[in-house]
C-alpha cells in the first residue's frame, strides 16, 4: 500500500535551517508531482511547495519563496524540502504527498487518498 515517511523536523530558534525528507512506497514515485504540505495547531492544512515529476517545474506559497527549496531523487523515491532562515510563523507539522498537477502557479491536491498520509515531521521555530 502507499506508504510516506516524513523525517527531519526538530526544534530551531528563528533563522535556524532544517532539511526534511519524504520517502514514498507502494505507487510509481517517478510519474507522480510531490507536493509539501504543512498545518499548524488550530489551523487547516495548507500546501507550501509542490514539484513536477519531470522535476523542471517547482511551486512555492508566498510567505516561504526565497527561504525553503523542494527537490526530488526519483532514484530514492524521496522528496526533499530544505527550510532556510526559518520564522516562528513556519511552526507546524510538515507531511508530503503526491499531487494532482504542480505548476510554477500551483499545487494540486492529494492525489492519493486521506490514508495516504504519513506522520509527517513537526518543526518548531522558536524567536
Known amino acids: 500500500q502507499v506508504q510516506l515517511v516524513e523525517s527531519g523536523g526538530g526544534s530551531v530558534q528563528a533563522g535556524g535551517t532544517l532539511s526534511l525528507s519524504c520517502t514514498a512506497s507502494?505507487?510509481?514515485?517517478?510519474?507522480?508531482?510531490m507536493g509539501w504540505f504543512r498545518q499548524a495547531p488550530g489551523k487547516e492544512r495548507e500546501k507550501v511547495s509542490c514539484i513536477h515529476w519531470q522535476g523542471d517545474t517547482t511551486y512555492y506559497i508566498d510567505p516561504v519563496k526565497g527561504r525553503f527549496t523542494i527537490s526530488r531523487d526519483n532514484a530514492k523515491s524521496t522528496v526533499y524540502l530544505k527550510l532556510n532562515n526559518l520564522k516562528p510563523e513556519d511552526t507546524a507539522m510538515y507531511y508530503c504527498a503526491a499531487v494532482a498537477f504542480c505548476t510554477q502557479y500551483g499545487s494540486g491536491d492529494n492525489s492519493l487518498g486521506e490514508e495516504s498520509w504519513g506522520q509527517g515531521t513537526q518543526v518548531t521555530v522558536s524567536s
Open positions: 507502494g505507487f510509481y514515485f517517478d510519474v507522480y508531482s
